[in-house]
């Protein structure tokens, strides 16, 4: 093995031997987040398994907002700094970062918690939501800074501990928890084990951060605030519309419909994501790779990492597509027997999901190369028409209209993403749309 990642550039060396870390610390950490919804689906039902994933739904779309674009700016910097040895840089942009959050998330869990009843009671008409939504208030700060924390290991490259962080603590803490004290139709008792998971997450990973950065302890903060805000902002902006364009579909299945249906779209949509963990662990080393190769003029081993990566990631989710088209009744009876009536809308997601895979890392090259407001204008777009599509489709034709709806978003947002790629950066991520262009 070390013979063969001597023969190669360092930079592939690098992708594969991060990407293959980050790639099985993912996957176990895929097969613990499916363990944890089916536990939650066959313990709580269709009902109330609508009721916990909206709830879960809207406060994840407060928690992104908590991050300001923090977690993806933090990531460049820190990048950049910690490979020239500017430590006191690196502490200072960690210090704001973290600031920041914290404020932000005091203040927005304040807000959403007054504005709960309205939300509840005024435009999804379930006043049912009220008491989980503000039991997942607590979790909103944490939750913010554990991914800004597994950020910023992302930036020091150590791809292993932001896959732990970010993949893996949180939820096998509570499926140790189910096992320890019951599986129960609580939600309260759910979120309960949830809240524990994630502070418990905050502090293992601050002992993580100070224990990889010895450095730190030796330097005052350097602080870059202007810098570090105006570039957060565009990408905060990019989260917003990231986060709303998968998320939409959802949002508009709990104004029109009722838990069950809700419920049954939330397992076909969160079981079809388990498709995404190939391109998001590539991601994690791709990141501060591609801006380091960017920024040093080294376009040519760009496309080269990039095209390679993109075909890896194709190949790899290949057979999960096959396997989800094939079984995908069987894969929705794993929550419940009511919950195979979503088998069709897996199908249809599933699709739209490889398509995200096979155009390749695109959102990471633009964010990288500084071209994250073409990222951002794409966005808006795509969540025009999400949301468009959502109020026409999902009316009309329920789950099948909503899983219509995200995947015909997703290939749309990539296909476009792809494009800007090539135009910014002169190469397409996908390697035979390359060799077909240079022949024509």
């Known amino acids: 093995m070390d013979e063969y990642f001597g ?11 991060g990407s293959l870390t980050a790639f099985i610390l993912r996957a176990v950490g895929a097969v613990l987040v499916f363990s944890v919804n089916a536990y939650i689906a066959r313990s709580l039902g269709v009902n109330n398994s609508g009721v916990y ?4 739904t809207l406060t994840a779309i407060i928690i992104h907002i908590c991050r300001f674009g923090l977690d993806n700016s933090i990531v460049r910097f820190i990048a950049a ?3 020239t040895g500017k430590w006191a840089l690196v502490k200072g942009v960690f210090t704001e970062s ?14 959403w918690y007054m504005l709960i009843p309205y939300f509840s009671i005024d435009v999804f008409k379930k ?13 909103i700060l944490p939750s913010a800074l554990i991914v800004l924390i597994a950020e910023a290991f992302r930036g020091l490259k150590k791809i292993g501990r932001t896959a732990f962080l970010q993949n893996i603590f949180v939820p096998m803490f509570v499926l140790v928890g189910f096992l320890l004290t019951g599986i129960s139709d609580n939600i309260s008792h759910i979120i309960k084990l949830y809240v524990i998971g994630i502070y418990c997450g905050v502090f293992v990973a601050m002992f993580l951060w100070r224990q990889a950065t010895p450095e730190l302890k030796s330097v005052s903060s350097e602080y870059i605030t202007l810098k570090l805000v105006k570039t957060s902002l565009p990408l905060f902006s990019v989260n917003i519309m990231y986060i709303l364009t998968l998320w939409i ?17 939330n397992v076909a949509f969160r079981t079809a994501n388990l498709m995404s963990f190939v391109i998001v662990s590539i991601n994690a080393i791709a990141a501060p790779v591609f801006a380091g190769l960017y920024h040093q003029n080294k376009f040519d081993q760009l496309k080269t990492t990039a095209q390679k990566l993109t075909g890896v990631m194709t190949v790899l989710t290949l057979p999960l597509l096959v396997l ?34 096979a155009t390749g890392p695109v959102g990471i090259l633009l964010m990288m190369s500084g071209n994250e407001k073409l990222l951002r204008n794409n966005l808006v777009s795509v969540t025009l028409l999400n949301i468009i599509l959502s109020f026409i489709l999902i009316p009309k034709y329920g789950i099948v209209g909503a899983a219509i709806t995200s995947t015909i978003t997703m290939v749309v947002q990539h296909t476009i993403s792809m494009t800007m790629v090539r135009f910014k950066l002169k190469f397409w991520t996908v390697r035979l749309a390359d060799i077909v262009e240079n022949k024509i």
Request: net charge positive; charged share 5%; glycine share 10%.
């Open 7 to 17: 023969r190669i550039s360092p930079q592939i060396s690098e992708f594969i031997r």
């Open 53 to 56: 994933f909206l709830s879960v």
């Open 81 to 83: 700094y910690s490979s």
């Open 98 to 111: 973290f600031i920041i959050t914290i404020a932000g998330a005091v203040i927005l869990s304040a807000a």
């Open 127 to 139: 006043p049912e939501l009220i008491i989980p939504l503000r039991f997942m208030v607590i979790f």
């Open 249 to 265: 579909s959802t949002i508009v299945m709990g104004i029109y419909y009722g838990n069950a249906q809700v419920g049954i779209y």
């Open 324 to 357: 989800m088209i094939i079984f995908a009744g069987n894969i929705m009876s794993i929550f419940g027997s009511q919950f195979g009536a979503g088998s069709s809308a897996l199908i249809i997601l599933v699709i739209g999901y490889y398509v995200n895979v």
